[in-house]
């Protein structure tokens, strides 16, 4: 007879209960946020004398008689579909009350990593490439930002709010990227970061993928493209600095007006005091360019 009047009393409390405002049924905490596997404890406490009080659940259910308070307790949280509810059935109206637990089980990702999209090797500059960053198996993704970052600076910050899966689930985020020159060498990463609110872990859980190292090939520069004049004065030093920046490492080549005494292989600086008055070309050339700067070398008399 027990178990009948409790099938009944289970009854009334599923078609007939009332809930939020107006129900006498308090939950501490009413909201509980606990990782996976963790152990979690709240209190259903009745506001007026209760006839029945309990917790329906699909694991750890309990009832209590006329107690104004009851437990609903798990050691080891594993079930992602768990919606404990809190019921109470009482001697005066509304004589059928339940609360819903706000119950967040949370899981971080096993791993964050990040790649390039449809492309390997160096990049080059002032062209479009898209950066992928795989997040595996965190929930609950609805609480998910994910944070992409180039060096030290947050660049783009992707949220999944508009999902609604409580279970864990993979999901990805495309960064599209114009690399320039200066960004030789900068490290891109995403971050996931699970922002669980006041009653989740502070701060909040974090998952970081391994930094990805951009390489970026952009074509020689010289510091300074004008031709330069130099004045020729017998005995004196004249110095030639070709020196562009560029990746690949640039190579050099020189070509002269006028017969150059020197051997010149490769070399961006040419230093000497025998060079006739004439043009002196430098070209400095790479996998992707070649670009050329010119030297005017005039003759000086000495004293004037």
Not at 57 to 75: G, L, Y
Not at 119 to 144: D, F, R
Not at 175 to 185: D, F, Q, R, S, Y
Request: net charge negative; glycine share 6%.
């Amino acid at each position: 007879m027990g178990n009948n009047f409790l099938t009944w009393i289970l009854l009334l409390c599923t078609f007939c209960s009332v809930s939020g405002e107006g129900c006498s049924l308090i939950l501490k905490p009413s909201r509980v946020v606990v990782g996976f596997g963790e152990s979690v404890s709240v209190s259903c406490e009745a506001a007026r004398p209760v006839r029945v009080l309990g917790w329906e659940s699909a694991i750890s259910a309990s009832h209590t008689q006329e107690d104004r308070s009851v437990q609903w307790k798990v050691d080891s949280l594993i079930d992602w579909i768990e919606e404990p509810i809190c019921y109470g059935v009482f001697f005066t109206a509304p004589k059928q009350c339940e609360e819903k637990l706000n119950l967040v089980l949370y899981k971080t990702p096993d791993s964050v990593s990040i790649r390039q999209v449809n492309h390997t090797g160096p990049m080059v500059a002032g062209k479009e490439y898209q950066l992928l960053c795989e997040v595996q198996n965190i929930a609950p993704v609805q609480y998910l930002s994910l944070r992409w970052y180039r060096g030290q600076t947050e660049v783009y910050n992707h949220s999944f709010s508009d999902l609604t899966s409580s279970s864990p689930v993979q999901v990805s985020s495309i960064l599209v990227i114009t690399p320039t020159k200066a960004e030789n060498g900068v490290q891109y990463k995403c971050v996931a970061e699970l922002e669980l609110g006041p009653e989740g872990p502070q701060p909040p859980p974090t998952v970081s993928s391994e930094p990805l190292n951009a390489s970026v090939y952009f074509p020689p520069t010289f510091l300074s493209p004008e031709p330069e004049i130099l004045d020729s004065i017998p005995g004196g030093e004249i110095i030639l600095n070709c020196t562009a920046t560029g990746n690949p490492t640039p190579i050099y080549s020189w070509q002269s007006s006028v017969p150059m005494q020197e051997r010149v292989e490769n070399e961006a600086t040419v230093t000497s005091s025998s060079l006739l008055p004439g043009t002196y070309t430098c070209t400095a050339s790479n996998t992707l360019e070649k670009q050329s700067k010119q030297f005017i070398v005039k003759a000086k008399t000495k004293g004037v």
